[in-house]
Nanobody, 123 residues
Framework: QVQLVESGGGLVQAGGSLRLSCVVS????????MGWFRQAPGKEREFVAS????????ITADSVKGRFTAARDNAKNTVYLQMNSLKPADTAVYYC????????????????WGQGTQVTVSS
């Protein structure tokens, strides 16, 4: 069973930065493409970023491109989401997810999910 635990969320002022972490319990972490998603109150969950197993390729949603970066450390079974220039519109619960296969923006493509971490950006 693959388990994911996010951390690093919190309250930050607009323009600030946060780095989210997601530790994954998996026999071979590098086999998994990792994704980051978010869900704001009253809205559907949406794709943020995805990174393949060796970390060589990522995709990022247009809404966060140039501000958010996904990275991973396979030696630590950890994936990160560096969030810079945060805006109030970035306020949401952020989830990491894992799948076997290539990058994907689709929620249903991911088999395993963390419990989420709250990010709140004040104006």
């Amino acid at each position: 069973q693959v388990q994911l635990v996010e951390s690093g969320g919190g309250l930050v002022q607009a323009g600030g930065s946060l780095r989210l972490s997601c530790v994954v319990s998996a026999r071979t972490f590098s086999d998994y493409t990792m994704g980051w998603f978010r869900q704001a109150p009253g809205k559907e969950r949406e794709f943020v970023a995805s990174i393949i197993g060796n970390g060589a390729s990522t995709i990022t949603a247009d809404s966060v491109k140039g501000r958010f970066t996904a990275a991973r450390d396979n030696a630590k079974n950890t994936v990160y989401l560096q969030m810079n220039s945060l805006k109030p519109a970035d306020t949401a619960v952020y989830y990491c997810a894992a799948r076997i296969g290539g990058k994907s923006t689709g929620i249903k493509a991911y088999n395993y999910w963390g419990q989420g971490t709250q990010v709140t950006v004040s104006s």
